[in-house]
């Protein structure tokens, strides 16, 4: 049984910074990429960034570029999210999710492209 769980999220001032961790048990964790998605209430499930099964190919949407950097360590199954100069609008709960597909070396930004998911992490911005 495939799980990932988030961890690292919390209250945080605009301009702070956190990290977040997903660690992966249960499936072949370095041949498939890795994303990390957000939902804010009332809002779709939307892609952040996302990272490639070696770790060598990242791709980031346009409003956390420069802010947000995604890693992997394949030894620990783990992928992270280093958030820094946080913003109010970054508010959401976090979801790390396993592509679908193995061995893609394309990183995809559409969630129906991951089938496994964590249970999510909040993340609250005050301004």
């Known amino acids: 049984q495939v799980q990932l769980v988030e961890s690292g999220g919390g209250l945080v001032q605009a301009g702070g910074s956190l990290s977040l961790s997903c660690v992966v048990s249960?499936?072949?964790?370095?041949?498939?990429?890795m994303g990390w998605f957000r939902q804010a209430p009332g809002k779709e499930r939307e892609f952040v960034a996302g990272?490639?099964?070696?770790?060598?190919?990242?791709a980031y949407v346009d409003f956390v570029k420069g802010r947000f950097t995604i890693s992997r360590d394949n030894a620990k199954n783990t992928v992270y999210l280093q958030m820094n100069s946080l913003k109010p609008e970054d508010t959401a709960v976090y979801y790390c999710?396993?592509?679908?597909?193995?061995?893609?070396?394309?990183?995809?930004?559409?969630?129906?492209?991951?089938?496994?998911w964590g249970q999510g992490t909040q993340v609250t911005v005050s301004s």
């Open positions: 999710a396993s592509d679908r597909s193995v061995l893609t070396t394309v990183i995809r930004t559409s969630r129906y492209e991951y089938d496994y």
């Open positions: 249960g499936s072949t964790f370095n041949n498939y990429a």
């Open positions: 990272i490639s099964w070696s770790g060598g190919s990242t």
